[in-house]
């Protein structure tokens, strides 16, 4: 019995694998506890092995490797179409094989552990970020029941705050000082904590020469270039730069038929993160750009004049994706004068 492809349908104790050979047909089907899942998987002794690119997925993927087998991991929206009749571990487990089999299927490229580490301070970050807000906002809805109204930004929050706990004034009453106080002591640690995640980020970006490479473009600092490196490392998945920004979803979404292109707003595929920090970094070029008259900066000045603004942010966020692919996948350093001609 030769397996060619074994599809694995990923879990936490109990893992289904579906072995088929070249021609596709079943060879091999088993439900393997967790404890006896590698061993079951070295003994079978596949060609290849594909999976769901899902929470565990790249570890188990680099103990495969380690094993001398090849690993393809496919994203779960684009196995859901080849499961048949009801959906159980059995039929995902195929599903995955099927989808592994196709000549044309897109697969997820493996992370490195070094990889794993940037994006868990990035995910720990962005939630440190999200809790300072809601408590922000949260003060903010005290307060505006008490008729104290304050600007949404951080920095008119930390102005404010220590006006109001002056006096006792009106319905800003001891006890809702002291609420508003006890918010702010939390939102002064998160801040440490946050400054603490991006002296990490800082750390890794010394490290990597992918990341300082990056980072030289406008508009990517520091936690773009690790963010992009941890997501596409290489990039060498790509084809080219418009296969990046595509993935990224800063190309438009088409729904053309009957040879009439229809092209609509951005698809907004992919990380959304990677996106809005592309994009962000966008709109910091976009404020500096009045006035100059670099090959860039005219561009961008035209492109709003015509456009607007948003727009294009937009269309410079889709340009420094295509510049860091080609950047991430060859040995050329960054040339501003190239990228901006």
Same mark, same amino acid.
């Given at each position: ?13 109990v ?6 050979d ?9 439900k393997?506890?967790?404890?006896a ?5 070295? =003994? ?5 092995? /594909? $999976?769901?690119?899902?929470? *565990?997925?790249?570890?188990? &993927?680099r103990?495969? +490797? ?11 929206q684009?196995?859901?179409?080849f ?8 039929n995902?487990a195929?599903?995955?094989v ?5 000549p044309t299927m897109?697969?997820v ?29 949260q ?31 009106? =319905?800003?009453?001891s006890?809702?000082? /002291? $609420?508003?106080?006890?918010? *702010?002591?939390?939102?002064? &640690?998160?801040?440490? +904590? ?7 980020l ?16 406008d508009?990517?600092?520091?936690i773009t270039?690790t ?48 996106r809005?920090?592309?994009v ?6 976009l ?17 709003i ?9 937009v269309?410079? &966020? ?24």
């Amino acid at each position: 019995m030769q397996i060619d492809i074994l599809g694995i349908d990923l879990a936490k104790r109990v893992f289904q694998l579906h072995g088929a050979d070249r021609q596709g047909r079943t060879v091999y089907a088993a439900k393997v506890m967790r404890a006896a899942f590698l061993e079951t998987v070295r =003994e079978s002794r596949p060609r290849i092995v /594909a $999976m769901e690119a899902c929470g *565990s997925a790249h570890h188990w &993927a680099r103990c495969f +490797r380690a094993m001398g087998i090849e690993v393809r991991l496919i994203s779960p929206q684009y196995v859901t179409p080849f499961v048949k009749t009801n959906k159980n571990d059995r039929n995902d487990a195929q599903a995955i094989v099927e989808a592994a089999s196709r000549p044309t299927m897109n697969f997820v490229t493996v992370k490195s552990v070094e990889q794993q580490d940037i994006q868990a301070v990035h995910r720990v970050r962005e939630l440190l970020v999200q809790q300072r807000t809601a408590l922000i906002n949260q003060a903010r809805g005290l307060l505006a029941e008490r008729g104290v109204s304050i600007a949404q930004t951080r920095q008119a929050f930390k102005r404010e705050v220590p006006k109001i706990m002056g006096t006792c004034e009106g =319905e800003v009453t001891s006890v809702c000082q /002291a $609420m508003v106080l006890e918010i *702010s002591q939390q939102i002064h &640690a998160l801040e440490e +904590r946050i400054k603490h995640a991006e002296t990490w980020l800082k750390s890794f970006m010394k490290q990597s020469a992918l990341c300082r490479k990056i980072a030289a473009i406008d508009g990517v600092g520091t936690i773009t270039a690790t963010a992009m490196v941890a997501s596409v490392g290489e990039a060498k998945e790509f084809k080219n730069g418009r296969h990046l920004s595509a993935w990224l979803g800063l190309v438009p979404r088409q729904h053309s038929s009957g040879g009439k292109s229809q092209l609509r707003g951005i698809s907004k595929r992919g990380d959304k993160c990677l996106r809005a920090l592309l994009v962000h970094g966008a709109r910091s070029v976009l404020r500096y750009a009045v006035g100059k008259t670099d090959v860039q900066s005219r561009w961008l000045q035209d492109l709003i004049a015509r456009r607007g603004y948003n727009c294009a942010a937009v269309a410079l &966020a889709n340009k420094n994706a295509r510049v860091i692919q080609a950047l991430l996948s060859s040995d050329m350093p960054y040339r501003p004068s190239a990228a901006t001609r």
